[in-house]
């Protein structure tokens, strides 16, 4: 439904064209036949033993190299540091077009205490932009993107439970993503980088959490 009105609206805007450019200038006019395609073409960089291969996209975006790589975000162009990190040294396969990195790393923060039997965390899933910075702590001082319901006495009390927020697996804050370094190539992945999905976050933070010890955890999404 959606790609056939897709269609109707780019033939309408061609044969528009095509009647007030082309044919009073005797140019070649153009279709408006339209193709669609969920295939995205891939590269495949096979690395010597044992290190693991690369897949992602074979794209290049010439916009990529004409924009400034600071953000219009100013509170989050400081997120540098003050954040954990978790690297799963092993091949991480994606779950669209076969999309496998050598190794993952994402970058969390974490407030409050895990109490003994582990079962108090609480996984913030932040919007997709976002830093993991959602509070500021010993290390951030900085006020974090959610400061107002974090923290003792807050909607989401860390005297009570303990906190885990993370960058997203593509996000730009300490986590992979097409600024990290390709180890095959020892350039960046940009757009290289693997498609990414929700299922693919959401698998790795469960694997983040495991890694923290913790069995049991209550997601909070945030939009």
Known sequence: MIFSRVRNRISAVVSVYNELV???????????????????KQVDIPGPDPTPPFKGNDSDFPCVLRNSISGPEPEYEKVISGFKTFTYKQPFQFKYHDGILPEVTIAYETWGTLDESASNAIFIFSGLSSSSHARSHAENLKPGWWEKFIGP?????????????????????????????????EKP????????????????????VESLGISKVLYLKIY
């Open 153 to 185: 006495g807050c909607a989401i009390d860390t005297d009570k439970f303990f906190v885990i927020c993370a960058n997203h697996i593509g996000g730009c804050y300490g986590s992979s993503g097409p600024s990290s370094i390709n180890p095959l190539t």
């Open 189 to 208: 992945y940009g757009t290289t980088f693997p498609v990414i999905c929700i299922e693919d976050l959401v698998r790795f933070q469960f694997m983040l």
């Open 22 to 40: 082309c044919k009073p200038k005797g140019i070649k006019q153009y279709s408006s036949d339209v193709k669609v395609t969920s295939r995205v």
